[in-house]
């Protein structure tokens, strides 16, 4: 770790503790050098899959992807961003614990809808119609007929 006053690499950690949030480690250096005090955090490097996307390119998973279709599709909903931010860490856990090095965004996507769909229907039809590109109106009736069975057994089994 170098000295970000002097460039130095010499430093000793003179405190070691745990981040308000309890994700990381932050420690308190002082450089060997020119004696300045600086913070470092450590944070677990979380690896996550590479995106098999429809076409068969490639890209880095993408958090902010994820964020900006939710927040898009939840948009003028009662919809808080608490809400929003824990359906993206579900998903992104999802996609952490898929064990493989690759995953097909088709499985990122229907993750997405399942999540939507237990949220909020107009926010799930909105993703929906992008998602499985409907091309006419009779594909969103569908769909929302769909929803309508899936909330009629809902309730009939609560």
């Known amino acids: 770790m170098n000295c970000p006053f002097c460039s130095n690499s010499e430093n000793r950690v003179i405190d070691s503790r745990l981040s308000k949030d309890g994700d990381a480690i932050r420690r308190r250096r ?38 900006t279709g939710i927040k898009k599709a939840c948009q003028k909903r009662p919809i808080s961003m608490d809400v929003i931010e824990n359906v993206v860490e579900r998903i992104e856990q999802t996609c952490q614990e898929y064990q493989q090095k690759e995953i097909p965004s088709s499985i990122v996507g229907e993750k997405i809808m399942e999540e939507l769909h237990n949220l909020d229907g107009v926010a799930y039809v909105r993703f929906a119609s992008v998602y499985r590109e409907f091309r006419d109106v009779n594909d969103f009736l569908d769909e929302l007929k769909d929803l309508l069975k899936a909330k009629g057994k809902k309730r009939k089994n609560s």
Do not use: M, N, S, W
């Not at 490097?45 to 993408?62: A, H, Q, S, W, Y």
């Open 30 to 67: 002082e450089c060997e050098a020119c004696g300045k005090r600086f913070t470092t955090y450590e944070y677990v490097e979380e690896v996550l899959p590479v995106v098999i996307k429809k076409d068969g390119r490639r890209e880095p998973f993408d958090r902010g992807k994820i964020l």
